[in-house]
């Protein structure tokens, strides 16, 4: 049986496809479209999933999307009963329409007739898809499953239990009490706009002390059985005044907060002002009271469950940083999240889920890592490179090509000798990091290697953090209580004496997000930081996507439009290597 997930008409549109109960395929439609968090519908990651599966749209025999409109139908209604929100009933509707009109949409896309797309569809509700994309593809045959989120058919958080292959719901938070909501007014209050930018809010956390916790802590309010409210007159996403937009290019969400929030911490920032000190402590602030959220949410969670493993999922599980306390605050002893938490992943749990339904089957995968994307043959490596073949003489590099492996040794040896090296092989990334297949890869032992990176490569804030991949057989030689993670979904403290070893990947308050490589999960990054570590001690290196403020590069092509563009010394892509003349 062939599933296709689609996570359509909201934020980080996707696809995702499953034969037999097995991931073939699953990929972002910002890749290919060349704008983050892309909305709209995601024509060109599907037709790349059924390409990468190798099936023609005619094999498909479910088309699973990760939205059902008929849930929560009596909630809906009583909250617009009772609140008269303004606007946002009309762009509700509009919503709606479009998610209707699915079938037609996907029926076009892969030239069907949209009554036989109709009788193969299923609606799977955001949050439950949310639950599935973590619970169905986690190592775990029995434990707790929580998906934070903004909001999804009117919910913001749920959680249950997976037990082999059944997904139970035991509780849920509705709109408009949101964590995911109140990070992003506070997102924005700090001057950040742009759809997703809550990670930067999260960098920046560390540099503050959290003098504002106080006045933060008013905004949402914890109640015991896990639930929470937010005081609402801070907030201004549920009375209608906001405008969002999941129409085809970039989402957009306007301004959720009050005039009341400004009276509370001050006048928000202006994207064009500098960040100084007091923005510094409200995001210190906001973390710090997110954290004490999510872990009184989840300990409330561990208790009810009484499992001892976790399946965390939704946007706010792409908060490391609380991530990585989970299990030191909240009894959970084992985490997993995949690599796409936010709401890409919920096209994977619709297709997990739709699967599970129609087979009744057994579990029978786990994700153990992360590159289910498209790949690029060394034919057309070769014929990208041709086509630039000017560009490349004009650039003044030389071209390498390596017999097998040999190219492993020699990167190793660049990236050694204090070179910014773009690595490219096999199959693309799923889920919004970067994990040794599309990066850019650098020393970690250089102090002055973030600001070269960040002023010749990145062009981004200061304040944000590299990571580190780590060998899997020295996480605890560098890291304090880690646990195995190959997604660099949590972050954990270098261990002190470690700190000043790898001053590029530790963060200002001591802290990596790290990625634990393993010889199995990914073979040819494995080698290259063992022979990293062979050379100078250290089996580690600074891993940042391959991008430059845009969507993490899909094609050779791509590739190389970055590389040369941007101030990178090295690229290597598959067994090709460009090497830019010697600075003076
Ligand atoms: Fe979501």
């Given at each position: 049986m062939i599933?296709v997930?689609?996570?359509?008409?909201h934020?980080?549109v996707s696809?995702?496809l499953?034969?037999?109960?097995q991931?073939?395929a699953?990929?972002?439609e910002?890749?290919?479209?060349r704008?983050?968090h892309?909305?709209?519908?995601p024509?060109?990651?599907?037709?790349?999933?059924?390409?990468?599966?190798g099936?023609?749209?005619?094999?498909?025999?479910?088309f699973a999307i990760s939205?059902d409109p008929?849930?929560?139908?009596?909630?809906k209604?009583l909250?617009?009963?009772?609140?008269?929100p303004k606007?946002?009933?009309?762009d509700?509707a509009?919503?709606l329409?479009?998610?209707?009109?699915i079938?037609?949409?996907i029926?076009a896309?892969l030239a069907l007739?949209?009554r036989?797309v109709?009788?193969?569809?299923?609606?799977i509700?955001?949050h439950?898809?949310?639950?599935?994309?973590?619970?169905?593809?986690s190592?775990?045959?029995d434990?707790?499953?929580?998906a934070?989120?903004g909001?999804g058919?009117?919910?913001s958080t749920s959680w249950?239990?997976?037990e082999?292959n059944?997904v139970e719901?035991?509780g849920?938070v509705?709109?408009?009490?949101?964590?995911g909501?109140?990070y992003?007014?506070?997102?924005?209050h700090l001057g950040?706009?742009?759809?997703g930018?809550?990670?930067?809010v999260m960098?920046?956390?560390?540099?503050?002390?959290?003098?504002f916790?106080k006045e933060i802590?008013?905004?949402v309010?914890l109640h015991?059985?896990?639930?929470?409210?937010?005081?609402?007159?801070?907030f201004?996403?549920?009375?209608?005044?906001?405008?969002m937009?999941w129409?085809d290019?970039?989402?957009?969400i306007?301004?959720v907060?009050?005039?009341?929030?400004?009276?509370?911490?001050?006048?928000?920032r202006?994207?064009?002002d500098?960040v100084?000190?007091?923005?510094e402590?409200i995001?210190?602030?906001?973390q710090?009271?997110?954290?004490?959220?999510?872990?009184?949410?989840?300990?409330?969670?561990?208790e009810a469950?009484?499992?001892?493993?976790?399946?965390l999922?939704?946007?706010?599980?792409?908060n490391?940083?609380?991530?990585?306390q989970?299990?030191?605050?909240?009894?959970?002893?084992e985490?997993f999240i995949?690599?796409a938490?936010?709401?890409?992943?919920?096209a994977l749990?619709a297709?997990?889920?739709?699967?599970?339904r129609?087979?009744?089957?057994?579990?029978?995968?786990v994700m153990?890592h992360?590159?289910?994307?498209?790949?690029y043959?060394d034919a057309?490596?070769?014929a990208a490179?041709?086509?630039?073949a000017g560009?490349?003489?004009?650039?003044?590099?030389a071209?390498?090509?390596f017999?097998?492996?040999d190219?492993?040794?020699?990167?190793?040896?660049?990236?050694a000798?204090?070179?910014?090296v773009g690595w490219?092989q096999?199959r693309?990334?799923w889920?919004a990091?970067?994990?040794g297949?599309?990066?850019?890869?650098a020393?970690?032992?250089r102090?002055?290697?973030r600001?070269?990176?960040n002023?010749?490569i990145k062009f981004?804030e200061?304040?944000?953090?590299?990571?580190?991949?780590?060998?899997?057989?020295?996480v605890?030689?560098?890291?304090?209580?880690?646990?195995?993670?190959?997604?660099?979904q949590?972050v954990?403290?270098?261990?002190?004496?470690?700190r000043?070893?790898v001053?590029?990947?530790?963060h200002?308050?001591?802290s990596?997000?790290?990625?634990?490589?393993?010889?199995?999960g990914?073979?040819?990054y494995?080698?290259l930081i063992?022979?990293?570590?062979?050379?100078t001690?250290?089996p580690?290196?600074?891993?940042?996507?391959f991008?430059e403020?845009?969507?993490?590069?899909?094609?050779?092509?791509?590739?190389l439009?970055?590389?040369?563009?941007?101030?990178?010394?090295?690229?290597?892509?598959?067994n090709?290597?460009?090497?830019?003349p010697c600075?003076?």
């Open positions: 599933v997930g689609l996570n359509a008409y934020g980080d696809a995702a499953v034969r037999d109960g991931l073939i699953a990929v972002e910002e890749r290919f479209r704008i983050k892309c909305a709209g519908f024509h060109r990651a599907l037709a790349s999933c059924l390409e990468m599966a099936v023609s749209a005619a094999d498909v025999d479910c939205r008929r849930a929560h139908l009596w909630r209604a909250f617009l009963a009772t609140k008269r606007r946002t009933v009309g509700r509009r919503n329409l479009k998610l209707r009109s079938p037609d949409t029926a896309s007739d949209p036989k109709r009788s193969r569809m299923m609606a509700e955001h439950p898809a949310h639950l599935a994309s973590a619970a169905y593809v190592p775990f045959d434990a707790a499953v929580c934070i989120d909001f058919d009117f919910v249950g239990v997976v082999g059944r719901g035991r849920a509705y709109f408009p009490h949101s964590l909501l109140m992003l007014a506070i997102t924005q950040f706009m742009k759809y930018d809550e990670f930067k960098g920046l956390a560390p540099y503050g002390e959290p003098r916790k802590a008013q905004l309010r015991e059985h896990g639930t929470f409210e937010l005081d609402l007159s801070y201004s996403h549920w009375s209608g005044g906001v405008d937009t129409d290019g970039e989402p957009t306007g301004r907060f009050t005039p009341k929030l400004e009276a509370l911490l001050g006048a928000a202006q994207p064009s500098p100084d000190g007091r923005h402590a995001a210190s602030s906001l710090s009271v997110f954290e004490d959220a999510v872990m009184t949410l989840l300990s409330h969670v561990r469950t009484r499992k001892t493993k976790l399946c999922a939704g946007g706010c599980a792409m490391s940083v609380a991530n990585g989970v299990r030191a605050r909240t009894g959970f002893r985490v995949q690599p938490a936010g709401d890409s992943g919920t749990g297709a997990f889920e739709a699967w599970h129609r087979s009744n089957a057994p579990r029978d995968f153990r992360a590159y289910w994307g498209p790949q043959s057309h490596i070769a490179l041709e086509g630039a560009d490349i003489a004009r650039s003044g590099c071209r390498h090509l017999v097998g492996d190219v492993v040794g020699w990167t190793a040896k660049q990236i000798a204090g070179q910014v490219y096999g693309m990334e889920g990091r970067a994990l297949n599309r990066s850019i890869l020393d970690p032992r102090a002055d290697m600001d070269i990176i002023t010749r981004r200061r304040f944000r953090p590299f990571a580190p991949s780590v060998l899997e057989e020295a605890d030689e560098y890291f304090v209580g880690a646990a195995i993670d190959p997604f660099m949590q954990y403290p270098i261990r002190p004496d470690k000043s070893v001053p590029a990947v530790t200002v308050d001591g990596g997000r790290l990625q634990t490589v393993s010889r199995d990914n073979p040819r494995w080698q063992r022979a990293f570590g062979d050379l001690g250290v580690m290196v600074l891993n940042t996507s991008n403020n845009e969507p993490i590069v899909l094609t050779p092509t791509e590739a439009d970055c590389f040369l563009r941007t101030s990178m010394d090295v690229l290597v892509v598959g090709h290597a460009l090497e830019r600075r003076q």
